[in-house]
């Protein structure tokens, strides 16, 4: 699987990281660092909403467990906006819950793929890969 945004789209897709630990930030930012996909940051839930009525990314990767704000709710709201510039987004969320039920939840509210914590570079890559390729939901 290729793990470089695909060369036919014209442009890399845009991304946007929705995390508010500092470190997991410049973690992921480090791990895409040397892929072509750009990334944005969110350090909130209300940030990201915020980003995402005006601005359009092609994939959001959601932190789960956020004060305020949680990843679900961000979600839920952002697929209730049916006509917003990002209502067809792809969201992959990013958890450190792996329990049984928690991907499940985590596709109940919206997202399209599941990624837990510690995140893997080479997964992350691969994720972004697929979702870049398929682009917005239906």
């Given at each position: 699987?290729?793990?470089?945004?695909?060369?036919?789209?014209?442009?890399?897709?845009?991304?946007?990281?929705v995390?508010d630990?500092?470190v997991?930030?410049?973690?992921?930012?480090?791990m895409?660092?040397?892929?072509?996909?750009p990334?944005?940051?969110?350090?909130?839930g209300?940030?990201?909403?915020?980003?995402?009525?005006?601005?359009p990314?092609?994939?959001?990767l959601?932190?789960?467990?956020?004060?305020?704000?949680?990843?679900?709710?961000?979600?839920?709201?952002l697929?209730?906006?049916?006509?917003?510039?990002?209502?067809?987004?792809?969201?992959?969320?990013?958890?450190?819950h792996?329990?049984?039920?928690?991907?499940?939840?985590?596709?109940?509210?919206?997202?399209?793929?599941?990624?837990?914590?510690?995140?893997?570079?080479?997964?992350?890559?691969?994720?972004?890969?697929?979702?870049?390729?398929?682009?917005p939901?239906a």
């Amino acid at each position: 699987m290729a793990l470089e945004p695909p060369a036919d789209r014209g442009s890399s897709p845009r991304v946007l990281l929705v995390e508010d630990s500092k470190v997991n930030q410049l973690l992921v930012q480090a791990m895409m660092e040397t892929s072509s996909y750009p990334v944005e940051v969110a350090s909130s839930g209300e940030e990201a909403l915020q980003r995402l009525a005006v601005a359009p990314y092609d994939i959001v990767l959601m932190d789960v467990s956020m004060p305020g704000m949680d990843g679900l709710q961000v979600t839920r709201a952002l697929r209730e906006a049916k006509d917003g510039p990002n209502a067809r987004t792809r969201i992959i969320a990013l958890t450190a819950h792996a329990m049984d039920g928690d991907r499940e939840a985590c596709l109940a509210a919206g997202m399209d793929d599941y990624l837990t914590k510690p995140i893997n570079r080479r997964e992350l890559l691969e994720k972004l890969a697929l979702w870049a390729d398929k682009g917005p939901r239906a």
